[in-house]
């Protein structure tokens, strides 16, 4: 039979068939060749024994956190405590989009700003939304249910934004753990121990414990520059132009002229400079 894995807790993996749930082990041989069952494959298994066969092919995967097969990723990005960051904000974006997964920019904490500040921001997240990058708050929870419609869908972003908060407010039966904000480190407490996978208004989602480090760093300069899609509207002269020292660039001039938002650029350089 074919089913989804929707958690593991240690070497148990629990596959979802039919509306029932099966504690399987894996074949001995996945050790030996170093396959590593995620949450959110699609595995063949044997119910009678409960094992797990094979892994079915994968659309895409992560390592941290550690899932497979996502449609969407729902950024959560607060606008304090911790702090609003385009850096991070165009990390995750980069990461989503090289990895074929589509992306919503979800905020928090706006009521922790300023007006001055939040008309700044939004005016900053309409760039995002001019690249079909839909931008919702958390106050918004009928709109967002409906974009979990038939899709497999993972919560992430900040660690402290509220992702588990959010998922709570969608859903109260859920009742996911939830943390203070580490005032000394800046950052959130890692609340959410064990990635799972939930259905939820027609799709499927996974609650996970959010990226401990985002790193661009395992993938090539030509895979980041392809990741920033604003940057294909301007087509070089040069075909693996990286829109860096190259003379006569038309991503460097739409910078210039203010096409291309400046801090997009400065992070995109900053990402595959660390190489």
Known sequence: MNGQIIKIMSDL????YQNKTYACKCRGIFRKEKILPL???YVEFDAEKNLI???LPRRNFFQRPSVANIDQAILVISLKSPD???NLLDKFISLMEINKVGVVICITKSDLVSEMELKKIKTILSYYEELDYPVIYNTELEKLKEMLKEKTSVFTG???AGKSTLLNKLDGNLKLKTGEISKALGRGK???RVVELFELFGGKVLDTPGFSSLELMHYDASKIKDSFVEFKRYPCIYKDCLHKNEKECLVKKAVEDNNI?????DNYLKFIERK
């Open 190 to 192: 890692h609340t959410t």
């Open 84 to 86: 609003f960051s385009l």
């Open 261 to 265: 938002m400046k801090s997009r650029y």
């Open 39 to 41: 949450v959110g494959d």
């Open 158 to 160: 900040q660690t402290g």
């Open 53 to 55: 066969t094979k892994i």
């Open 13 to 16: 993996h629990f596959v979802s």
